[in-house]
């Protein structure tokens, strides 16, 4: 269970220039630490522990790096003495929030213009995904997105993908090409024999209804991988 405001870690307890609260509206968002910014969501300490001492043991979950942290699971955030299940609702859903920002409302409506554009924007959306998932972005005549959806979600190694209901939701969205896009959160780029052999099932089919399979985009931490670049389009 989470502990009570303790006399001596509450916030509100702190000197004024420790507090992270006043900090931020003194001072302004931008010079919050990591730790800080997590304290002001934590709000009270545990035991001898701060919010900001609680705040760093979170951290280190994620190696003291955001982006390892978005893909902690509740339960995770739970070993850490001083988070409750309130608490890692909390974090998880500040993270999720962050996430989101550069998800897609960033993409709608952007006429795409080469791999690397969206390569970054599918990085942003899909690196806290633990297993792989299979996603598609819809394009109109000018090359402008008319709509992203995570189509499947799978394993450590693989997801099924069913061309129904890919050309099902192109139909629906009026799309007249499309690009596929998937994760692989080994790290490896290198596509399989699956990845190849479902581009082109994906590019014949969309051949008969007029959909153009313009490219196969594969992202990672390490990068990202593109099937029209390298030319097997």
Known sequence: MESPNNSSTSIKNWAIDDRPREKLLTKGKESLSDSELLAILINSGSGK?????????VLAL?????????????????????????RAVTLVAA???????HGTDNLVKTRLTSSGQLAAFLKSSLKDYPYE?????????SN?????????????NH????PRIIFLKALEVQATSMVLCHNHPSGSLRPSRADEEITARLKSAGKLLDIEVVDHLIVSDE???????EGMM
């Not at 522990?49 to 043991?57: E, G, H, L, R, Y």
């Not at 982006?67 to 739970?78: A, F, R, T």
């Open 49 to 57: 522990d701060s919010a900001i001492d609680v705040a760093k043991k």
């Open 62 to 86: 994620g190696k003291n790096n955001l982006d390892e942290l978005g893909k902690i699971s509740i339960k995770e955030m739970m070993t850490v003495n001083g988070i409750g299940e309130a």
């Open 95 to 101: 993270l999720e929030l962050g996430r989101r920002r």
């Open 133 to 141: 998932v299979f996603a598609i972005v819809f394009l109109n005549k």
């Open 144 to 156: 402008k997105v008319k709509h992203f959806e995570v189509i499947s979600k799978g394993g450590i």
């Open 159 to 162: 997801t099924i993908v069913d």
């Open 223 to 229: 990068g990202y991988y593109s099937f029209a670049d």
